[in-house]
């Protein structure tokens, strides 16, 4: 467990990082078993992006890795992602594949093809039976379509805390999802922003950024694992009513909180021993 010290950091950097960046925010931080950041963390809010990783955990609880399914023009979205940027289409593409885009690139087509693996009713059905009560997706008349929906900070964080922990998906769903969100290849703007390349390898993250009638939100979650691959700390970060909607950078406010924290969670959670 971390000692008081640790903790205190943690938890200032947190209320600086809140203060500096402004909006609403719902946290949840904790290092080891210890509760470090509860503020406003049962309380929905639109998870944007970060509603995927509860979207992955119930197409693998449903869906074998190498079901597949074909990439068609109308499954296209803008926006975050990849599968837009190709000129054709017609792809006859893996469970797997669309589950690395999802995660890794937060792919928007990669949400609608999930809705073909598995129809938003059954997203719905499973989350209900992996025990989330408060997180859900919302149909749209089409089956297989459907909008990102809310969540909260505590279950978001109870998702990456099982996740850790192998509880909440078997063994190879486990180590797939795990593997992508650690990959150097996803998200550096925010918490992993300010670490160093080996550093970035041990922290699994998922961002979600948008904006509405409010103004921006940017969320960030995910896990701090030790160098004995324990998990040192589990972070759910949400926030809206921002400015700088057009701000997707590492500019952005809360993004510069995020790195912060960051910061101060690896500081708090390292071992002894050489820098990384």
Known sequence: MSSPPAVTRIRRAYA???????????ARITIGDRVVVSDSDDEPVPGYSIQKLFVAAAVLSRVPLDRRVRLRSTDVLGGSG??????????????????????LVSDNTAVRLCGRLLPAAEINDTLGSLGFAR??????????????GDTTARETHDLLTRLAAGTLLDPAGTAFVLAVLRSPTGY???????????????????????HDTRGAARHEAGIVFARNETPAAVYALFAHTLSGADDYGPTHPAAKAHAALGRAMWAATREPGPPD
């Open 135 to 148: 997180t859900r997706v919302a149909p749209t008349p089409d089956p297989a379509r459907f909008f990102l």
């Open 82 to 103: 990849l599968y837009h940027l190709q000129p054709v289409h017609g792809d006859e593409l893996t469970a797997a594949g669309v589950l690395t885009a999802l995660l």
């Open 188 to 210: 550096h703007d925010g918490i992993r922003h300010d670490l160093s390349g080996p550093a970035r390898t041990r922290v699994a993250t998922k961002h979600g950024a948008d």
């Open 16 to 26: 600086r990082a809140k203060a500096a960046a402004g909006g609403a925010w719902h």
